[in-house]
T-cell receptor
């Protein structure tokens, strides 16, 4: 079965702090994709990143960085020098490729509150 | 490019009624997926349409149905509404078929069933 676990329900930080959002996944597919989405209060999910299972290179995009480790089935997301605008719910998601489960499976989300 | 649009944004219905939600994908995108978001169950996949055909379906009862038109616009229908159908319904479009493609989400339709 496929599953995504985001153990952190809520995180509160003060502006300029670094914060890491954890994501652990389970899958039997050898080829799969991992995603991070941001959901601000407006409700619209905003795509942040997609990673396939064969690409374990870490990625950095501005203040955002992602650490993908197949050995621990984790795909963690770090925001450096957080800002109030980063306040949102962040979802990690998993999609198989060619496997029996052909849908995007979301974690339960982590609510990040950045205080000024 | 215009983003994914969903109409209406808010809807209030009573139990037993039916409802139709609409989604217009990004121009050129042929795949439309629907998701239900509730506080209890989180984000759950409903179905995906590509080139007017349902390609994948989640674990929802037959009261939930959808269709896609030749211009890729999609509608989702829920019949015999139940209180538990109250949710944010999100539509996402993608250029390719399959959940592993990058999906662009609309603002959602918030359905309240009384």
């Amino acid at each position: 079965a496929q599953k995504v676990t985001q153990a952190q329900t809520e995180i509160s930080v003060v502006e300029k702090e670094d914060v890491t959002l954890d994501c652990v996944y389970e899958t039997r597919d050898t080829t799969y994709y991992l995603f991070w989405y941001k959901q601000p209060p407006s409700g619209e999910l905003v795509f942040l990143i997609r990673r396939n299972s064969f690409d374990e290179q870490n990625e950095i995009s501005g203040r955002y960085s992602w650490n993908f480790q197949k050995s621990t089935s984790s795909f963690n997301f770090t925001i450096t020098a957080s800002q109030v605008v980063d306040s949102a719910v962040y979802f990690c998601a998993l999609a198989g490729y060619g496997g029996a489960t052909n849908k995007l499976i979301f974690g339960t989300g982590t609510l990040l509150a950045v205080q000024p | 490019k215009a983003g994914v649009t969903q109409t209406p944004r808010y809807l209030i219905k009573t139990r037993g009624q039916q409802v139709t939600l609409s989604c217009s994908p990004i121009s050129g995108h042929r795949s439309v997926s629907w998701y239900q978001q509730t506080p209890g169950q989180g984000l759950q996949f409903l179905f995906e349409y590509f080139s007017e055909t349902q390609r994948n379906k989640g674990n929802f009862p037959g009261r939930f149905s959808g269709r896609q038109f030749s211009n890729s616009r999609s509608e989702m229908n829920v019949s015999t509404l139940e209180l538990g159908d109250s949710a944010l319904y999100l539509c996402a479009s993608s250029s390719g078929q399959g959940p592993y493609n990058e999906q662009f989400f609309g603002p959602g339709t918030r359905l309240t069933v009384l």
